[in-house]
């Protein structure tokens, strides 16, 4: 595994996997405390049934004290009951009795207009789950006394009893105080709450009095106004709706609000009555069972249920909060409509956008941190509304991939050659997969917050993802892998386009490793995922930044995921190309993909809540339209058309004048002899192009006349030195990128692959073929004549297998003259000739053939000296190739016929090592009662499947390339 | 029931409306703009004044079945189109449409009158999506295409049921009818008695056509037509000797289809051969 797999799965394993899904209990003292607690909220449940408001609040944590007891005794005083001589039988809205000062009393029952009534026409929304932003005011009251508010005793020591980590206090240095969450240093700011109507539970409906009041969550954010400081308060609390008052208080294991607390926070009797009744519904719907007495439910009240709680009131202010929501001048029968039509949408002729925000001002109160927050107003659309504009904006966005898609897969259409496809750039396709992909995490992220729009955001995420990792990978893997081996090369002689076997590049530029499309697509999968996980990540968290980080962070990532075809244009530079992609794919893109940033940025109401920028959205324009500019320039005045001349190193010319020099000196792989001299005299050359076997004439320049341009185009020299015509290059290059000729694997020398061309070649002609390897380990090491009658039946040719070997000799003695040796092959026969072992050659090749193959390396193949026996060797019985072992013991008999000559032992067959590349010469090998080295084509390995071991058993090894054999395993 | 050639090969009218049919629901779905393919007299009509759900509430089935049933439907309809050519199905099928249309809009204004004299309502709901449309082609279907095979299924040696190729339309468009219940079914009943009537010439519009068909399909069918049209006119050749045999009517339109399929004829036979009916139609059939 590689290590950005390895990173990959850490990050896969910390982020997504769930945690354990409940905190277990680890000793019996947090089970006597579970036990507590449980028994605890039960008498709290109780105190709450029996409770009225013309009583005091009795045994309830948080509740044991009233602001005039805690203001008596200047806050040293502990939650106690009984308290000494406490009225308990008595209730009334001020400080002798309520935790709250007569100061806050008094604002709140301004707040909710108690004293006002409504109109007619102005009426308040029944449904107000919202999202709201307003501002805050912090009141620097000094004169207010914190209400000391303390857990029960028997969850004091929660966090100290766990028996593996005890707390060691460090005592030199001494412990910043930790953040108390809800302590608002800030004096003024923004604030964002989040106003939800609770009305069902797990899809049952509790409320009973659904007209009257409403259980709310009501979450307020405040903080400064570049977002350094955020503070976030949560609470749950009542909403009445006749009169549009809202209050809450935050809920923790020392402040018991929903058990009696705050019903009688609610002001009077029958706002207590009814919100009391509402929340025994709540309770028993989530943690009492009323049919079993009201018996705590052992399930819900479990020991995570108590952690929480208990984490609540660590470090945390404790709040009230009375809100307002101001009225709406529509009937009451507009607002039943509008809420009916925004639940079960049937096409109501309601205009949606003109109907009334909802406006919500109050104040909020800390009892134990003595906080005074005012909320002079904050404005929200209802939830409803709101997701019915960001369902437009999600379905447009759909639409938007869908064209981007059908865009890319046009495109891909046009680029699926070689050619087309080498002249992309790699990082203009991988930064717009990089937005898609990171798209599809977020419409996912989206579907799991949105409930209601589920199926947009989860449809959105599936085409995007589709559009990234299937469509834009494909193009991604298909870009890496026709670019593959020129990555191997240095930027500068990409740049500068010398040829491969220049010199001054020889040390530079090395053999790249073998590499197949599975591992390119796997490498180039693994990366992608990577960086689009890490983008997701920093991009989620920059949300959680302060403002102007974030303005920041958004300008820059905009700029630099908005330059996709700067890529295009270095490509274009580098390759010396200008026509990448159509055009209707470069404009087509850019505007799909400019859409969404207008909407943002240039639409005062988006639904993302962003802020109106029309000036980054200009600059964005104006840098695409550059990049097109650039490009358009391009395709105009050629890709290299912005640098000097003088800078510019000379491209790669394919069409050099050849000198008589060139020729002679056999630079092009010419045999230079009488004949070849004589078609030179008359200053033209001929010779076969290997592609179409047809005649090249080459004008030779003498350097006299001036030789005509359009005649030097018929031919074409490659990189390598290899002379072809324009036409035959050209139509090879649009389906593979490499010399017909060069790229050339066998053992010792790589005759395979031309056999493969060859073939390939010839089949093509019969409209038949490929073929295939499987054919090919068939025919390995089999004599010509047998190969060629097999090829003719399996392929069904109408030639006779005289005609195919003909054919075939033809095209492979032009391809043979070019082999190269294997590595390994020249260095172990050197190695064996030095040592002294003896060594011979046993191939199926004829011996024409093989002297075809091997001219051009005489000086290794002289080293074999007479122990050659080729496939129409006499010795050998007709019909006793290979797999039959009669070639390797007449080998063998050779070599030992010369060692017995020199008074030397004679070999055994089974003292012999055999090196193979077939599986036929592996059989024969083995029937020689040799130890065989196999050395397959890489392709045949593949195929084999890991059947390859079967068939040499114990008596030999299989080694990727001759380099791994180590002479000395074997005492040589 | 198999009506070779399989497939749409130049049946780019059938073609589309099962694309439609298929595709308007899901994502009126995905929108979540179903609604507007609701129709009923109270509130739609009488109090929010939406007219235009009358054209809309044909455009599009609501629930998975119907589309299903629809989609299986059209499929087996789309031997009307190569039967009467495309441009006259799609004639028929927009003829159909505005006479739909027209009686629901009567209807609803007949129910408003009554409406407002307070008396009783006898329809007051309508089904989502075209219904009528549905069982006029099946009316088009039962009076142009003739019955392949039949087949008999044995209860006892004297008692059978006889039934041909055809059942399965039968029985899909029956229950396509029924599957709103009162409101699909009177609709479905609507579309089938007006289809009836102008195929039989009672209410006209069996000879009017589209116009500018043939620039729209140019625009439109391009591909289609041109490079299918050859095998089109091939394999039309039977269809159109039956409806000349059958001496339906041929508007003058459609002259340059017929000559198409003499000039194909002539290749192929000679003209003067006489087929005997059965094997005309079986002719058409095994093309």
Excluded at chain 1, 63 to 70: D, I, K, R
Excluded at chain 1, 701 to 725: A, I, Q, S
Excluded at chain 2, 263 to 287: C, I
Aim: one cysteine or more.
């Amino acid at each position: 595994m590689n290590r950005y797999n390895l990173i990959f799965l850490i990050i896969f394993f910390t982020f997504i996997l769930p945690g354990p899904p409940s905190t277990p209990i680890t000793s019996r003292e947090q089970y006597h405390q579970l036990q507590l607690f449980r028994q605890h909220l039960s008498q709290s449940f109780d105190l709450l049934k029996n409770s009225t408001f013309n009583h005091n609040y009795g045994n309830l944590t948080g509740y044991m004290l009233s602001y005039q007891e805690a203001l008596d005794a200047k806050g040293e005083i502990n939650q106690t009951y009984p308290l000494p001589g406490k009225d308990y039988d008595h209730y009334a809205n001020n400080q002798e009795f309520s935790i709250l000062p007569d100061l806050i009393t008094n604002k709140a029952i301004d707040v909710w207009n108690l004293n006002k009534g409504t109109s007619e026409n102005s009426n308040y929304y029944t449904n107000v789950t919202s999202k709201l932003k307003g501002s805050f005011k912090r009141h620097n009251e000094t004169t207010l006394t914190k209400l000391p508010l303390q857990l029960p005793t028997y969850l004091e020591h929660l966090e100290d009893v766990n028996p593996d980590f005890p707390q060691q206090p460090i005592e030199n240095y001494p412990a910043a105080p930790p953040r108390l969450v809800g302590n608002i240093t800030e004096l003024e700011g923004i604030s964002k709450m989040e106003l939800r109507i609770i009305s069902t539970i797990e899809g049952e409906y509790f409320n009973k009095v659904d007209d009257v009041v409403k259980f709310v969550r009501l979450d307020i954010q405040v903080s400064d106004e570049l977002e350094y400081d955020k503070q976030t308060i949560e609470s749950s609390g009542f909403y009445f709706v006749e009169s549009g008052n809202i209050v809450t208080a935050t809920n923790s294991a020392k402040f018991f609000s929903l058990y009696g607390g705050l019903q009688h926070l609610t002001l009077n009797e029958r706002n207590f009555l009814n919100s009391k009744n509402l929340t025994i519904e709540f309770m028993r719907s989530i943690l009492f069972d009323e049919k079993q007495e009201d018996r705590i439910s052992e399930a819900e009240a479990d020991f995570s249920y108590l952690t929480s709680v208990f984490d609540k009131s660590q470090n945390h202010c404790e709040y009230v909060t009375y809100f307002h929501i101001d009225a709406v001048q529509l009937t009451k029968d507009q607002i039943k409509e509008i809420d009916e039509e925004l639940k079960n949408p049937i096409g109501r002729p309601i205009d949606f956008s003109k109907i009334p925000k909802i406006n919500m001002k109050g104040l909020m109160y800390s009892p134990d941190c003595a906080i005074e927050i005012e909320f002079p107003g904050a404005e929200g659309v209802k939830s409803e509304i709101e997701n019915f504009r960001l369902n437009k904006v999600v379905i447009a966005g759909i639409a938007l991939l869908f064209a981007q898609i059908f865009l890319l897969l046009k495109q891909m259409g046009h680029s699926n050659t070689p050619s087309t496809i080498s002249r992309i750039s790699y990082y203009t396709i991988w930064l717009m997969s990089l937005v898609d992909g990171s798209l599809a995490m977020l419409y996912l992220i989206g579907s799991a917050i949105y409930n209601k729009l589920y199926l947009p955001f989860i449809v959105s995420a599936f085409l995007a993802f589709i559009l990234a990792s299937i469509f834009e990978i494909r193009f991604l893997i298909n870009i890496s892998m026709v670019q593959y081996n020129e990555r191997t090369m240095t930027l500068l002689s990409a740049f500068q386009g010398r040829a491969m076997d220049d010199p001054e590049q020889q040390n530079i530029i090395q053999q790249p490793p073998p590499e197949d499309e599975s591992q390119i697509s796997s490498a180039v999968y693994t990366r992608f995922f990577f960086t689009l996980i890490v983008f997701t990540f920093v991009l989620l968290n920059s949300l959680m930044w302060p403002k102007d980080l974030r303005a920041t962070f958004e300008r820059v990532a905009l700029l630099f995921l908005n330059s996709y075809w700067l890529p295009q244009v270095y490509r274009n530079v580098v390759k010396g190309s200008n026509n990448s992609f159509q055009w209707w794919f470069i404009l087509g893109t850019t505007i799909v993909r400019l859409i969404p940033v207008f909407y943002v940025f240039v639409f005062k109401s988006n639904v993302f809540d962003h802020h109106q920028d029309v000036g980054l959205f200009k600059l964005i324009t104006f840098w695409l339209a550059v990049q097109i500019g650039l490009l358009g320039l391009q395709s105009w005045f050629g890709a290299r058309f912005f640098l000097p001349k003088a800078w510019l190193p000379n491209t790669y010319n394919y069409h050099p004048s050849l000198t008589k020099e060139d020729v002679i000196t056999g630079k092009f792989g010419i045999e230079f002899n009488e004949q070849t001299n004589k078609d030179i005299a008359d200053g033209f050359f001929q010779m076969d192009c290997a592609i179409c076997m047809d005649v090249i004439r080459i004008e030779l320049d003498d350097g006299k006349k001036h030789l005509h341009n359009n005649n030097r185009k018929e031919w074409m020299v490659t990189p390598c030195h290899h002379v072809f015509h324009s036409e035959c290059l050209e139509r090879h290059l649009r389906y593979k990128l490499q010399c017909p000729i060069c790229h050339l694997d066998g053992l010792l020398i790589n005759t395979e692959d031309t056999f493969t061309i060859v073939a390939n070649e010839i089949l093509s002609s019969y409209n038949k073929g490929p073929l295939t390897w499987d054919v090919r380990l068939n025919l390995q090491g089999r004599t010509g004549d047998d190969v060629s009658r097999l090829c003719c039946e399996i392929f069904g040719l109408p030639i006779t297998a005289q005609e195919w070997k003909e054919q075939n000799i033809k095209k492979q003695s032009v391809l043979w003259k070019s082999c190269k040796l294997l590595p390994g092959a020249e260095d172990l026969i050197k190695y064996l000739k030095r040592e002294g072992i003896p060594f011979a050659l046993a191939t199926s090749s004829a011996r024409d053939n093989y002297l075809k193959k091997t001219g051009h390396l005489r000086e290794i193949f002289d080293l074999f000296g007479e122990h050659i026996v080729t496939g129409d060797d006499p010795r050998i019985p007709e019909g006793k190739g290979k797999p039959f072992p009669d070639i390797y013991l007449t080998a063998l008999g050779s070599l030992n016929s010369e060692l017995s000559r020199e008074g030397k032992s004679e070999i055994l067959p089974s003292e012999t090592l055999v090196f193979e590349d077939g599986l036929s010469g592996v059989k024969a090998g083995l029937a020689a009662g040799a130890f065989v080295v196999w050395v397959p084509h890489k392709e045949v390995r593949k195929l084999m499947n890991g059947e390859e071991h079967q068939h040499v058993k114990d008596s030999g090894v299989i080694l990727d390339e001759l380099t791994g054999f180590k002479p000395e395993d074997y005492g040589l | 029931m198999s009506i070779p050639p399989s497939g749409f090969r130049s049946l780019p009218i059938s073609k589309i409306l099962i694309v439609l049919t298929a595709t308007i629901p899901l994502i009126s779905s995905l929108a979540s703009i179903k609604y507007l393919y609701y129709l009923s007299l109270s509130p739609f009509i009488s109090e929010y004044q939406q007219y235009w759900r009358i054209l809309s509430s044909q455009i599009s089935f609501i629930n998975e079945s119907e589309v299903l049933l629809a989609v299986v439907l059209l499929y087996q309809f789309r031997a009307v189109e190569r039967f009467i050519s495309s441009y006259r199905y799609l004639s028929m099928i927009t003829v159909f449409w505005c006479y739909n249309s027209l009686l629901i809009t009567l209807l609803i204004g007949t129910d408003l009158y009554l409406n407002r004299l307070g008396l009783f309502i006898p329809v007051d709901k309508f089904p989502s999506g075209p219904f009528a449309i549905i069982t006029g082609l099946y009316a088009i279907y039962k009076a142009y295409i003739p019955v392949t095979y039949t087949f008999d299924i044995y209860h006892t040696e004297n008692y059978k049921i006889t039934l041909n190729d055809q059942i399965l339309v039968n029985l899909l468009t029956l229950q396509l009818t029924l599957s709103q219940g009162w409101c699909s079914i009177w609709t479905g009943f609507m579309g089938y008695t007006v289809a009836w009537l102008v195929i039989n010439g009672v209410l006209p519009g069996l000879k009017w056509r589209i116009p500018f068909y043939k620039d729209l399909s140019a625009l439109l069918l391009n591909k289609t037509t041109s490079t299918e049209g050859a095998q089109t006119v091939a394999l039309s050749n039977g269809a159109a000797d039956s409806t000349t045999f059958a001496n339906r009517a041929v508007s003058p339109n459609d002259e340059d289809d017929d000559r198409n399929n003499i000039m194909n004829r002539d290749e192929d036979e000679d003209p003067a051969e006489t087929r005997p009916l059965a094997s005309q139609f079986l002719d058409t059939f095994r093309r």
